[in-house]
């Protein structure tokens, strides 16, 4: 998935996008930018869609949990009145990149955790974005990051909106990043929820156990229902799962 405006760099970038020509790969041209979707069907991928009417063109990747009937319809409205609390009731691992036809605006929407990441770039007037910061090196424009290295070598995993590139953002979770492509790009961040917190205090023994049960009964079965399934327990995925 990425957004990017040089034709002459589609070949490379789709060696990104589609390494293993299993995605469809689709572009969409505006003023100043150009879109390049890939949209792959698997149950990972379970709720990866593509809306457009006269005004948007939305596009939903990752997966929004027990996605509500109406989600894009919640969409729409809150980037039309650009009141984005309602995003807030949303749950999963998504990023949402949406198209003002009419007034030229790019929104870029994250989970409230920023697990899909999304990033963004501005190189000679031009907006480039993509979830796949990969995408980025071919343009040949960015610089390696010394703020993403420090934070690599002293927390062990970058604690800030940074990505290893110099001028690539990563979008912060649980906001909206409304980019006005003019003349000269603009934008601006809405916060649509506030920081998740420690939960304390923390399940322990039975209750952990049962929260662990739970997750393999309810939301596996989603994914792989049918199939024999088996998951190493390991201290990450106890601890992702217990959280």
């Known amino acids: 998935e990425g957004l990017l405006d040089q ?23 505006g003023k100043n930018f150009r879109i390049r979707i890939g949209q792959t069907n698997s149950p990972e991928m ?8 006269s005004k948007w063109k939305i596009f939903i990747i990752g997966d929004i949990v027990d996605v509500p009937a109406n989600h894009i319809e919640i969409i729409t409205d809150a980037l039309n009145r650009e009141s984005f609390y309602e995003l807030s009731k949303f749950e999963g691992m998504y990023g949402i990149i949406a198209v003002n036809n009419l007034e030229n605006e790019v929104f870029v929407v994250t989970d409230r955790r920023s697990q899909y990441s ?28 010394k703020k993403w290295i420090w934070e690599f070598l002293y927390y062990n995993f970058p604690v800030s909106n940074v ?5 690539v953002t990563r979008a912060s979770a649980g906001t909206v990043v409304k980019f006005s492509l003019q003349d000269s790009i603009g934008h601006k961040v809405f916060t649509y929820a506030s920081e998740f917190k420690v939960h304390t205090p923390l399940l322990k023994e ?3 156990l049962e929260a662990a049960l739970d997750v393999f009964s309810e939301r596996f079965p989603l994914y792989y229902e049918g199939q024999e399934m088996a998951c190493p327990i390991t201290s990450g995925w106890d601890a992702r799962t217990v959280l």
């Open 7 to 29: 034709t002459s760099l589609f070949l490379e970038v789709d060696e990104t996008l589609n390494p293993c020509r299993t995605r469809t790969l689709s572009s969409f041209n």
């Open 118 to 145: 999304i990033y963004w770039g501005i190189v000679s007037g031009k907006l480039y974005v993509g979830s796949d910061v990969s995408s980025f090196c071919k343009l040949d424009a960015f610089g390696v990051s």
């Open 206 to 208: 039975k209750k952990a």
């Open 46 to 53: 379970k709720y990866s869609i593509f809306f457009e009417n």
């Open 163 to 167: 990505s290893f590139l110099d001028g």
